[in-house]
């Protein structure tokens, strides 16, 4: 919608040979009639699309992290950097691995531009990182430890917190396009219910499960899910963590944390190698645990989009995942 005259049109045609799903990839706003809105992370993409519903078509829709790039490690390039400061509408995580906003923000160029930021959102809900018994320490970490304390970012994770970002997004939405007002509203409610039942569908998993504790050989950024539903855990890092070795001590304590709570899998995120997760079974006293993956939804790429990937899929794997392993 907001107007920029520079036409690049060289990377334009690059941006659209290398596109596979129409609208999903970092298509240029071309048709400047329209609204623009961006988003950094899938699960904002998808919530924004379940509101917009029908009129998703008529919104150019970027998702920045489409090519299958990491949360962590993803920045914004020049093409990036444009799309931004035109759009209508932006929302991002506002973590600690979304430091290049901040910059990219400077840039804007739309004076009526919605900026929407999880983690002002969900307001009190956040929680700040924790570094559990066992946890390697980030060196990084060490040397801030007297600072402001760092938040856990990964708070779309609770489906609870899906629901207020969800509202959220609405209401942003609303006042952009206030003629589809009763639309957007219309299709929060039916989203709204499908997130009320699966937030049900992992409390009765929690409920009946013979066991509450996980324990992952991997980063660990699910602590938003389990706390939801009471499930306890252990992991070799915490969520952001950039280590990708882990001490003796760090496999030893959580070989032992399986062996004590007789648990029979141990959890990666999705992309792991898994070597930290089949140390540790190496470890244990029976060496047969198995390894399940849980997705984070942090590096979620078009393909797997338009494969019919979603938040709900995603997430009702993950709780298909959680119900087999703590039975
Ligand atoms: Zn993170």
């Not at 129409?22 to 509101?51: H, M, R």
């Not at 929060?188 to 009946?208: G, P, R």
């Not at 470890?283 to 709900?312: C, E, F, H, P, R």
């Amino acid at each position: 919608m907001f107007k920029k005259l520079t036409a690049i049109s060289a990377l334009t045609a690059v941006l659209f040979t290398g596109c596979s799903a129409g609208n999903i990839a970092n298509a240029v706003n071309q048709e400047s009639d329209k609204i623009s809105i961006v988003c950094t992370l899938f699960p904002e993409y998808d919530w924004t699309k379940e509101i917009l519903g029908g009129q998703a078509d008529n919104i150019e829709l970027t998702y920045l992290l489409s090519n299958g790039l990491e949360l962590h490690t993803y920045q914004p390039n020049a093409q990036d950097m444009i799309t931004i400061s035109e759009c209508d509408m932006f929302v991002y995580v506002g973590g600690e691995s979304e430091s290049w906003v901040d910059d990219a923000l400077r840039e804007v160029t739309n004076p009526d531009m919605k900026v929407i930021r999880l983690m002002d959102v969900i307001g009190d809900a956040a929680k700040e990182e924790e570094l559990k018994e066992g946890m390697e320490a980030d060196d990084e970490e060490d040397e801030d430890a007297e600072e402001e304390p760092e938040y856990d970012e990964h708070v779309w994770l609770s489906v609870k917190n899906a629901e207020t970002i969800c509202n959220a997004l609405c209401n942003a939405l609303c006042e952009i396009q206030p003629e589809q007002a009763e639309t957007y509203r219309t299709n929060l409610n039916a989203y709204t219910e499908k997130l009320d039942k699966l937030d049900n569908d992992f409390a009765e998993m929690a409920d009946s499960a013979s066991v509450k504790t996980v324990v992952f050989g991997d980063r660990f950024p699910f602590r938003y899910l389990v706390d939801d539903y009471g499930i306890d855990y252990y992991a070799a890092f915490v969520g952001c963590s950039a280590e990708t070795e882990a001490s003796f001590e760090t496999i030893t304590f959580l070989a032992e944390k399986l062996d004590e709570l007789n648990l029979d899998t141990i959890f990666t995120i999705e992309n792991a190698d898994e070597s930290i997760a089949k140390a540790i079974i190496s470890s244990t006293k029976n060496k047969n645990q198995q390894i399940a993956m849980l997705n984070s939804m942090q590096s979620v790429n078009s393909d797997a989009i338009a494969g019919g990937a979603s938040y709900l899929t995603i997430m009702q794997e993950n709780l298909q995942v959680l119900k087999e392993a703590l039975n």
